[in-house]
C-alpha cells in the first residue's frame, strides 16, 4: 500500500486519481481548498480529505504529511489564479520536501512550453518548478480533455449552431485515462533519473468537424456545423497540430465512448 496525497483531489481529473487509488487499496489524502460533502461525486469515502490552498500555503502540511508521493491535479484557469498557478506548485513541493515525501507528480498539457498563450505559459511555468526540485518528479503531459471540445459545442448549440475551428483535429483522452497514467507514474519502480516527463494522448486523432458529427449524434443535440477561425497564439497553436503527438496513444476511452458513458443528451 503507498500513501498517495492528491492535491486538487476534487477537480475533474482528481477525483479519477482518487478513486483509482482507492480502489487499488491506497491510502489517499485529499487537499483542495473546499472539502465536499460526504455523499456528494466529489467525494470518497475511501480518502481522508484536508482543506488548503497553495497560494497561501495554509494546510499543506497536514494533507502531505505521511505521503510517498504527491500528484499534483490542480488547476488555476484564470485571472489571479493562473498568475498564482507555478508559485502555488512550488508551494506544494516545498511542503512535500519538508515533510519528507520523495516523490512529485504533475499534470500539464502537451506542449505546453511551445505556446505564448499566458494560460499554457503558465503551465510551462509550473513543469519548471517540477523539474527544479529535489524530489524525484514526473510531469505527465496530456492532450486535451474530451470534455473541453464538448464544451465548445454544447456553447453553440444553446444558439443552434456547432463551432468547429477551421484546420483544428484533437487527440483528446477522457480523464478516468489521465488518472490511470498519474497513478502509474506515482507508483512506478524508481528510476534512475530524478526528474521525467512523458506525454500521453487519446486514442483517435480526429478533426474537430468528425468530433462535431459524433457529438450531434450521440447527444442528439441540434445545430448546424459551422467553420470558424480561431485567432491568437492558441489557434495557432492547435493549427500548428501542437496538441497532437505520434507517440503510441495510452488512452482507450474514444471521445464518442466518453459522451456514451456520460449519457448526455441535449
Ligand atoms: N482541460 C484540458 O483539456 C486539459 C488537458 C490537459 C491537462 N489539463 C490540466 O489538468 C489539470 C487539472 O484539470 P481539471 O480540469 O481536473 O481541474 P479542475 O476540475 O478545475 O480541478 C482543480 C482542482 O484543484 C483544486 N484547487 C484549485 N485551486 C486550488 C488552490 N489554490 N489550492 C488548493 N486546491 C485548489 C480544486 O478544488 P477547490 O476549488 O475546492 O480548491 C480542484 O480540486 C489542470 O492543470 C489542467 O491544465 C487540462
Not at 492528491?6 to 491506497?26: N, Y
Not at 486514442?203 to 450521440?218: D, G, N, V
Request: hydrophobic content about 40%; proline content about 4%.
Amino acid at each position: 500500500m503507498t500513501t498517495i496525497c492528491v492535491a486538487g483531489g476534487t477537480g475533474q481529473v482528481g477525483r479519477e486519481v482518487v478513486r483509482l487509488a482507492v480502489a487499488s487499496g491506497h491510502k489517499v489524502s485529499v487537499l483542495s481548498r473546499h472539502v465536499p460533502p460526504v455523499g456528494s461525486k466529489k467525494h470518497d469515502d475511501g480518502a481522508t480529505y484536508f482543506a488548503g490552498d497553495v497560494t497561501t500555503g495554509d494546510g499543506l502540511s497536514a494533507a502531505v504529511a505521511g505521503a510517498d508521493v504527491v500528484i499534483d491535479c490542480l488547476e488555476g484557469q484564470f485571472g489571479k489564479a493562473q498568475k498564482q498557478f507555478a508559485d502555488g506548485g512550488g508551494r506544494l513541493l516545498t511542503a512535500a520536501r519538508l515533510a519528507g515525501v520523495p516523490r512529485a507528480v504533475a499534470l500539464s498539457i502537451i506542449n505546453c512550453d511551445l505556446s505564448s498563450s499566458a494560460y499554457y505559459a503558465s503551465k510551462a511555468a509550473k513543469e519548471r518548478k517540477y523539474a527544479e526540485s529535489s524530489l524525484q518528479t514526473v510531469v505527465v503531459r496530456a492532450t486535451q480533455f474530451h470534455g473541453l471540445v464538448a464544451m465548445v459545442f454544447a456553447a453553440g448549440a444553446k444558439v443552434r449552431l456547432v463551432p468547429t475551428f477551421r484546420g483544428v483535429s484533437f487527440q483528446s483522452i477522457s480523464p478516468v485515462d489521465v488518472a490511470a497514467a498519474l497513478l502509474q507514474a506515482a507508483l512506478d519502480d524508481l528510476e534512475p533519473d530524478k526528474h521525467r516527463m512523458l506525454t500521453i494522448s487519446g486514442p483517435q486523432a480526429l478533426t474537430m468537424r468528425q468530433m462535431a458529427e459524433s457529438w450531434k449524434s450521440t447527444t442528439g443535440a441540434r445545430g448546424k456545423i459551422i467553420q470558424l477561425p480561431f485567432p491568437g497564439p492558441m489557434g495557432d497553436f492547435l493549427r500548428a497540430g501542437l496538441n497532437l503527438t505520434a507517440e503510441q496513444p495510452y488512452g482507450k476511452e474514444t471521445f464518442v465512448y466518453w459522451l456514451e458513458k456520460r449519457g448526455e443528451s441535449l
